[in-house]
């Protein structure tokens, strides 16, 4: 949580080296190359920092130094200082090789001894799995044959799986299974991108660092919660992986439950790892696991048709590249749970996420119940404005509240207004990818950000009667939304149901 009008200064993370797995790919050069940069220009890489990268593809150091410089010039979020840039560079180098061939760890164990002795890293390994899930296991038991994740002599070794950790609650619990003969569960770090927004990480603060929330936190105040990742994007160009994943495993058991654990855990005993990760796992523990039926009665899952965003015409989902033509995989799910504890029993939960959706929105939104109005006889109780706290996370970092009140004049008139704190007005923070927190904490060993085994279990816990419901009804019950829309009228209708609305996408109302 790093921003220049800090109360506290934040020190240079201990020394390491930094291997990257799929160095070659997107990831790297979209994201962790221009995170890695902005933590060199806040001074919180250390000096005796070495950056590896690995990948099949044959090139040598300094073709792979360059090719990292054209992308940070392209993906940078702020002005490049090249004394920085050339500080950062300087430090890089390339292992070509397979990433299931023993070769390539051999070349990979002579490059770290290497660069340990000249750079002074101390033997601290950072290894990064940017790579397709399915290379997870196979690399992390290689670097276990290796004996290269090994902690020995005070150095830590850790390692940086991206999402998705599984595709299933079977295939999640085999991931941990196989990761865990090789490492210690504290030095592994689930990581989700999400996690390093500072509007995700203020939810803590929010809801701990101010006593005028608490008492209001639970359901005799809340009437119901909306989470929403909404994407104008389409598919593009990942039909592939997008057709055997769909929206629900690509979101909803990660990003949506990060928002979810955060607003609904229970304070943890202390700030630190063990405490609120143990809190996060056991409200999604808490989630009540619906049968088959009932996972068909309380969700929706769509697929875009062709339509226009922003001007733009945009071919139905089955026409993508590498995508089959009678697919029945969703681009959207909308989802109704319910947590099963003394603080939440009777409010649902209402998750959505789409892809091809007419505008680009992640929120929050905790809906309050409404106070008795009979004193405001004359003000209809549907012109008056709903009690919302809405944590915006995408496009823009905000937390606002609607509430109502009066109108000026002679007359008891009463009004909806909103206050809204916009994190750009109050701090002068450089844009982020949101990586840096998290490269920062795996690299100081803070793992509160991080997902351990049991949260991750019990997100696909959750998830696993609706994802088995909807392949058994295959394209039974699939629902159709124009491309550029809000969403299917199916998941209106499941909102309505339970006596509630979604608030609008285009201005968040």
């Not at 990268?53 to 410089?69: C, I, K, P, Y």
């Not at 660069?115 to 399915?134: Q, W």
């Not at 290379?135 to 090994?150: N, V």
């Not at 939304?481 to 009228?489: Q, R, T, V």
Request: with cysteine; charged share 30%; glycine share 8%.
């Amino acid at each position: 949580m790093m921003h220049n009008g800090s109360a506290r200064k934040i020190k240079p993370a201990p020394p390491c080296s930094f291997v990257v797995f799929g160095a070659s790919g997107d990831l790297t050069h979209r994201l962790l190359v221009p995170a890695l940069y902005n933590l060199a220009a806040e001074g919180l890489l250390p000096e005796a920092f070495a950056l590896i990268g690995v990948a099949r593809t044959e090139m040598s150091n300094e073709a792979f130094r360059e090719d990292l410089r054209k992308a940070l010039h392209e993906f940078a979020t702020r002005k490049v200082d090249e004394k920085v840039a050339d500080r950062l560079l300087k430090c890089i180098s390339y292992v070509d090789g397979a990433g299931d061939d023993e070769e390539t760890y051999k070349k990979l164990g002579a490059e770290l001894e290497r660069v340990e002795k000249a750079r002074g890293t101390e033997g601290n390994r950072l290894f990064y799995m940017a790579t397709p899930p399915s290379a997870f296991r196979p690399i992390a038991c290689a670097l276990g044959r290796a004996g290269l994740a090994r902690e020995e002599n005070g150095a830590w070794r850790r390692l940086i799986v991206e999402k998705p950790f599984g595709t299933d609650l079977e295939s999640a619990r085999a991931l941990n299974r196989d990761l865990l003969k090789v490492l210690n569960e504290n030095q592994i770090y689930r990581i989700d991108h999400y996690l390093g927004k500072e509007t995700v990480q203020n939810i803590m603060v929010l809801r701990f660092a101010n006593g005028l929330f608490e008492p209001i936190w639970n359901r005799q105040h809340i009437d119901h919660v909306q989470i929403t990742v909404a994407e104008s994007l389409t598919v593009g160009r990942r039909g592939r992986f997008y057709d055997s994943t769909g929206a629900l495993r690509d979101m909803v058991p990660n990003h949506l439950f990060q928002l979810l654990s955060l607003i609904a855990m229970e304070p943890p005993a202390r700030f630190d790892a063990r405490a609120v990760r143990s809190e996060k796992a056991e409200v999604l523990e808490a989630v009540q696991v619906l049968t088959e039926a009932e996972a068909l009665r309380d969700s929706v899952r769509g697929q875009y048709t062709e339509g226009r965003i922003a001007e733009k015409p945009v071919e139905e989902y089955r026409k993508t590249k590498d995508v089959r033509p009678d697919s029945t995989i969703e681009t959207y799910a909308a989802l109704k749970l319910t947590i099963d504890n003394w603080r939440w029993a009777g409010v649902p939960f209402f998750l959505r996420t789409g892809k091809a959706l007419e505008s680009r929105r992640t929120e929050v939104a905790i809906k309050f119940k409404q106070a008795p109005f009979a004193m405001f006889r004359e003000t209809p109780i549907e012109r008056l404005a709903q009690n919302f706290l809405v944590l915006g996370v995408q496009p823009e970092e905000h937390i606002s509240l609607q509430f109502n009140a009066k109108i000026p004049g002679p007359s008891i008139a009463i009004g909806g207004v909103d206050m809204t704190f916009r994190y750009e007005d109050y701090f002068d923070d450089a844009p982020s990818t949101g990586y840096e927190t998290l490269i920062y904490d795996c690299m100081i060993g803070d793992a509160i950000l991080f997902q351990r085994a049991d949260g991750v279990e019990a997100g696909w816990r959750i998830v696993q009667p609706f994802l088995d419901a909807w392949k058994e009804k295959g394209g039974d019950g699939l629902a159709f939304y124009k491309a550029g829309s809000s969403g299917p009228a199916e998941a209106e209708n499941l909102i309505k149901n339970n006596g509630r609305a979604w608030r609008t996408l285009v201005n968040g109302e």
